[in-house]
């Protein structure tokens, strides 16, 4: 059967600027089997080069066509809803390219877009302007809403809580683009020509990427090596197919049977648990998740 992967950065292949052991097995595994992935961020600072070179440094290999961001997303929706159009951008290169090459200009007057990225260089004088300019009529689009950035020192705020500042002062409330907006997520389907059903979404939190997966009917697994521990699930009123420790645990299901998909493989070698989920390896059992977030 054919079938694709969608697979989250950040907490499922590297922490920062460390690999996730494993990840690099994982990644050769999947290309040495041609199967079509794609590797998401919401964080749209960078450009797909950029990050597929800081990939390559610590070890894992990927191309710049495997990298999809929320970047891309935003610029190509864009360019759908306005051709040719231009955005007042508060954001770094990765957005700012992806918007030129989606056929946008950036401007710094009567903008149609406010554009919101994530940036360490965001002041005073750009909020304001993105406050003006949204109060006049450009349409406030955020690239994401992750309220913060995990770093090696702690947190750094995110795209989304610029965003909030800017929808208080306006009164306005963004579109965002980013995970777990569908707009992102069915665009990277489809960059893999695949279908809902063969698709299968890989990542480390429950409220951007099991939640969009869930949402598009895509196949779902949760790696604990990230932001999510097992007895977070609880919390959730949705759940992942499957549960497993980190993307280590899918390097054997696919070297032996590179034809058939991970949620196929992960069936077999598991019992189905009541809750939906099903754990892998030295994954902890779960509770009855959906029972228990329910009632
Ligand atoms: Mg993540």
Redesign the pocket.
């Known amino acids: 059967m054919r079938h694709g992967y969608l697979i989250?950065?950040?907490?499922?292949l590297c922490r920062g600027r460390e690999m996730i052991p494993g990840a690099d097995a994982f990644i050769r595994a999947l290309r040495q089997a041609h199967i079509p992935f794609l590797l998401l961020t919401n964080n749209s600072q960078r450009s797909r080069r950029d990050i597929a070179t800081m990939l390559q440094r610590i070890g894992i290999p990927v191309l710049e066509e495997h990298i999809f961001t929320s970047a891309i997303a935003t610029a190509r929706f864009l360019a759908r809803m306005k051709p040719g159009g231009t955005a007042y951008v508060i954001g770094e290169g990765g957005l700012t390219t992806a918007l030129h090459i989606n056929g946008f200009a950036i401007v710094d007057h009567a903008p149609d877009f406010v554009v919101v990225g994530e940036g360490r260089t965001v002041s005073y004088e750009q909020l304001e302007q993105a406050v003006s300019f949204v109060t006049a009529g450009a349409r406030l689009i955020a690239t994401n809403l992750d309220p913060n950035c995990p770093t090696e020192s702690g947190l750094r705020p995110g795209c989304g809580a610029i965003v909030a500042l800017l929808e208080k002062a306006t009164g306005r409330q963004a579109f965002s683009v980013g995970k777990p907006s569908p707009v992102m997520l069915r665009a990277a389907r489809k960059e893999l020509n695949l279908r809902t059903e063969e698709t299968c979404i890989i990542?480390?939190?429950m409220a951007t990427?099991i939640l969009g997966g869930v949402q598009l009917g895509f196949h779902s697994i949760l790696v604990l090596s990230?932001?999510t521990r097992a007895e977070d699930l609880e919390q959730y009123a949705f759940c992942p197919d499957f549960v497993v420790d980190s993307v280590a645990d899918l390097v054997e299901p696919l070297l032996r049977q590179p034809d058939t998909p991970l949620w196929r493989s992960l069936s077999v070698s598991s019992p189905a648990i009541p809750s939906g989920s099903q754990v892998q390896s030295g994954g902890t059992a779960l509770p009855s998740v959906q029972k228990q977030a329910i009632s």
């Open positions: 989250d950065m950040d907490g499922v990542g480390d939190t990427d990230g932001s």
